[in-house]
DNA sequence: CGGCATCCCGCTAGATACTG
DNA sequence: CAGTATCTAGCGGGATGCCG
């Protein structure tokens, strides 16, 4: 019992060392993705962001997107026209991002109903009225 | 069919029309992605969980696991034995995902020195001392 | 058009204490 | 060992208003 302690396989997953947290940290925010995705198609200018992602604030359109550009994720273009004019597109980074966020979502699509229905079944199981086993 | 006029007012789009929404509720606790890459080894222990993810309390623990046993991600087994034995496992549509997670965690890996460039880059930019150009 | 400032609220998660 | 309960702070983010 001097030397050998009982702990073997437990593999600290510390979070300072781990890359997982910091994707999660770039894409942590409410509105990051969808940023992203539709940046995809090619450059954007603010206002059309502002309309094609539903529900979104000026505020948060702009905190976002300059979180971003601050992770050289998208690039921001001024064009000095009297009408101002801003174009944001997605850097090379960004892009291979994108393609792996895609996984992602076809991870989703494809278990989307699976998650549905265990939600269901499990809220089911735990109603306080009492439907533990069956009716 | 004449009074279709349910006021769904609700501009949200219920994240129904967005499967990258989905999976980012999923995901989008701050130790839901820990803790699947610590159970993807296989059958882990709560105590286990605890010690193998550096800085999560027993209540984040408690509360993130439930909410992936609640949609599906993973199995909770207890061993009624005289000092309780509960042990978490993936399904295998969490272990599908830890598949894809892991492409993101590649995606950090190559870019997080790119990534933290930038930022400094930004900053240094974005300085109040207005250290725009160089020195 | 594009963006920043301010106020405000709800949710997440940390600390702490108790239990079967 | 494996939880649960409460109380609270911090922060993300919504609403609104003003400016180049």
Redesign the interface.
């Given at each position: 019992m001097s030397q050998r302690n009982t702990?073997v396989?437990?593999?600290?997953?510390?979070?300072d060392a781990?890359?997982?947290?910091?994707?999660?940290d770039?894409?942590?925010g409410k509105w990051s993705?969808?940023i992203l995705?539709a940046a995809a198609h090619g450059p954007i200018r603010f206002t059309e962001l502002e309309r094609s992602i539903?529900?979104i604030s000026r505020r948060m359109l702009t905190l976002t997107l300059r979180n971003l550009?601050?992770?050289?994720?998208i690039t921001r273009t001024v064009h000095p026209t009297v009408p101002p004019k801003v174009e944001y597109e997605l850097t090379p980074?960004a892009r291979?991002?994108h393609e792996?966020?895609q996984?992602?979502?076809n991870?989703?699509?494809?278990?989307?109903v699976?998650?549905a229905?265990?939600?269901a079944a499990?809220?089911e199981e735990h109603r306080p009225d009492g439907a533990g086993a069956d009716a």
């Open positions: 702990r396989t437990v593999q600290v997953v510390n979070a781990c890359p997982v947290r910091e994707v999660l770039r894409v942590s993705v969808q995705v539903e529900g550009e601050r992770d050289g994720l980074v291979e991002l792996t966020l996984r992602l979502t991870w989703a699509e494809r278990n989307r699976y998650i229905e265990s939600r499990y809220d």
